[in-house]
């Protein structure tokens, strides 16, 4: 999934693990763990953002993608770590 932020630029999950894999060949893996954590941090932010926006979506919206209320809450009330 990519995502274009004006002050970020673009980046991808995917990228981001091109990159990494890339530099545990090139470094061993003792230089991984900066990729692995970018990529962490990235998938957490990408959660913590569609959960916010589902819980602020519409019962037309919902129905449209198939969710319940209920379910767009449960879903908007998990912390971000959790998938």
């Not at 890339?22 to 959660?47: E, I, K």
């Not at 319940?68 to 809450?73: P, S, V, Y």
Request: aromatic share 10%; charged share 30%.
């Amino acid at each position: 999934m990519d995502t274009t932020r004006p002050e970020f630029g673009t980046y991808s999950v995917t990228a981001v693990g091109a990159e990494q894999a890339c530099v545990a060949r090139r470094f061993g893996p003792r230089y991984a763990w900066p990729g692995r954590l970018v990529a962490l941090l990235v998938l957490w932010h990408q959660r913590w953002r569609q959960r916010r926006r589902l819980a602020e979506l519409d019962n037309r919206l919902l129905q449209d993608i198939g969710k319940t209320r209920r379910e767009a809450i449960d879903e908007a009330g998990k912390p971000f770590w959790r998938p």
